[in-house]
């Protein structure tokens, strides 16, 4: 079963340098997007999942602005020691023309984060620099790399809360 699996995500991916992909996103693009990232043993010595998804609109070509909603569970690596955060925010997003598959992208993010106490609500800013691989001319998987500057002490690092944080994270988007 493990192997026809494999088999099939491998076939999948076999046409992408292939595909027919447009390197621009013209005005009245709209998009959601499905992104995350997984980390089997944090600090804790625990899972920590983090997912966003949201949707966008395209008011000029190749700039997009849209909202987003996101959920992170599981002992998260949080100075505020809770097991679940909410985010709801904005994003602004640059595509840059290429004429390939490859369509790299620059933008940021504004959060509010949310915990389960009246007293662990944050703003969080990021900057986002990454890349799209357009599987055909309305689906892309993306990769970046993530910066995020939070208004209180949510993140540890080195096991020591800290204001600022840098992930990678991985996605899929549909543009209609």
């Not at 079963?1 to 494999?6: E, L, R, Y």
């Not at 969080?124 to 892309?140: D, E, F």
């Not at 998987?141 to 840098?166: F, H, R, V």
């Given at each position: 079963?493990?192997?026809?699996?494999t088999?099939?995500?491998?076939?999948?991916l076999?046409?992408?340098?292939?595909?027919?992909?447009?390197?621009?996103?013209p005005?009245g693009?709209?998009?959601?997007?499905?992104?995350g990232?997984?980390?089997?043993?944090n600090?804790?010595?625990s899972?920590r999942?983090?997912?966003?998804a949201?949707?966008g609109?395209?008011?000029?070509?190749?700039i997009?602005?849209?909202?987003?909603?996101s959920?992170r569970?599981?002992?998260?690596?949080?100075?505020?020691g809770?097991n679940?955060i909410?985010?709801?925010?904005?994003f602004?997003?640059?595509?840059i023309e290429?004429?390939?598959a490859?369509l790299?992208f620059?933008?940021?993010r504004l959060?509010v984060?949310?915990?389960?106490?009246?007293?662990?609500?944050a703003?969080?800013?990021?900057?986002?620099?990454?890349?799209k691989?357009?599987?055909?001319?309305?689906?892309?998987l993306?990769?970046?790399?993530y910066?995020?500057?939070?208004?209180?002490?949510?993140?540890?690092?080195d096991g020591k809360p800290?204001d600022t944080?840098?992930?990678?994270?991985?996605?899929f988007?549909v543009?209609?």
């Amino acid at each position: 079963m493990k192997n026809a699996i494999t088999i099939m995500i491998l076939a999948a991916l076999l046409p992408v340098p292939f595909a027919v992909a447009t390197s621009t996103f013209p005005a009245g693009t709209r998009e959601v997007l499905f992104e995350g990232s997984f980390t089997l043993e944090n600090h804790k010595g625990s899972t920590r999942a983090d997912i966003l998804a949201g949707y966008g609109y395209f008011p000029m070509d190749n700039i997009e602005v849209g909202a987003v909603a996101s959920f992170r569970k599981t002992e998260w690596d949080s100075a505020w020691g809770i097991n679940s955060i909410w985010g709801i925010g904005g994003f602004g997003e640059y595509n840059i023309e290429t004429g390939g598959a490859w369509l790299p992208f620059a933008g940021m993010r504004l959060m509010v984060l949310d915990g389960n106490d009246s007293n662990d609500t944050a703003i969080n800013a990021t900057v986002m620099l990454g890349v799209k691989l357009m599987m055909t001319r309305s689906a892309a998987l993306s990769i970046g790399a993530y910066y995020d500057i939070a208004s209180k002490k949510i993140y540890i690092i080195d096991g020591k809360p800290d204001d600022t944080n840098l992930t990678g994270k991985a996605g899929f988007r549909v543009f209609f």
